[in-house]
DNA sequence: TTACTTGCAAATGGTTTGCAAAGGG
DNA sequence: CCCTTTGCAAACCATTTGCAAGTAA
């Protein structure tokens, strides 16, 4: 819960950071700290310096992680073991989540062929989505 | 050399593109437009938006790879036209290549699934090199 | 009570853009 | 000569920060 999750950080629990929390543990994918404003709009007005600032309390304790994408943009995910990607329609900008990661045994022969210790990876697939292939398709 | 290749970039070949393109063809590792400016300055003035446009230009032509860093920088590099992904330091941003590429085949069940036209995919690895884990454990 | 959290507005830092002047083919 | 490139300053966008007011423990 999030409940514990926040208290055993050491951040008080505030409204704010509880739905937060809970917005990202129900999120499919990683989500900017914009997109999550655009989430908790409908349940709470907060300021998005706010939204900011918890992030970054949470990353620091390791509660998420936070990873700068080829967008430019800061996401972040809940720190559970079970992380997604994702596939973008350059297009129309849709995102759908991807089950599958075939990188952890990857990981294991870098780690070893290279020394590096892997702290993490991003992986994002681009294509065109059915929608806009179709959309495409008539102009 | 640079110039055939801002010639066959369709790039009107100006010294200050020159030796932006000579830069980043002896770099042991992808840069900044600032890192970039730093090199030119003893050569030749010239106003940091006009590296950011030759390099987007470059980009453009895929005569150079451009790819946003966790440091939420940009960093370009000659494009080598293989097709590689990259382990990267988080400290000191020494990036390394990895061979294999285990993402066509994924590439292949997501279209079945998704529907999705995959038109290509981003893969980085992030992690701690030895020298940098070395440094650190000196701390 | 007391330290932590929040809102607001302003600051920041990397990158882009509009426009007029300079330069390449 | 025309079109591209450049410099400059201003604009932009995501993110951070200072400070005063609000709130959890």
Redesign the pocket.
């Known amino acids: 819960m999030d409940n514990k999750t926040l208290?055993s950080a050491d951040?008080?629990?505030?409204?704010?950071?509880i739905l937060i929390l809970s917005i990202l543990e129900s999120a499919p994918t990683a989500l900017?700290?914009?997109e999550i404003a655009e989430l908790t709009v409908k349940d709470m007005?907060?300021?998005?310096?706010?939204i900011?600032?918890?992030l970054?309390?949470l990353a620091d304790k390791n509660v998420v992680n936070k990873s700068?994408h080829q967008d430019?943009?800061?996401y972040y995910e809940i720190n559970n073991h079970t992380h997604t990607h994702s596939l973008l329609c350059t297009l129309c900008n849709e995102k759908i989540p991807i089950e599958a990661c075939p990188l952890e045994s990857l990981e294991c022969l870098l780690t070893k062929e290279t020394g590096y210790l892997i702290t993490g990876h991003n992986l994002e697939f681009y294509g065109i989505c059915p929608k806009c292939a179709q959309k495409r398709a008539k102009n």
């Open positions: 208290k951040l008080k629990q505030t409204k704010k950071r900017t700290a914009e007005k907060m300021s998005i310096s706010t900011y600032r918890a970054n309390a700068v430019g943009k800061t």
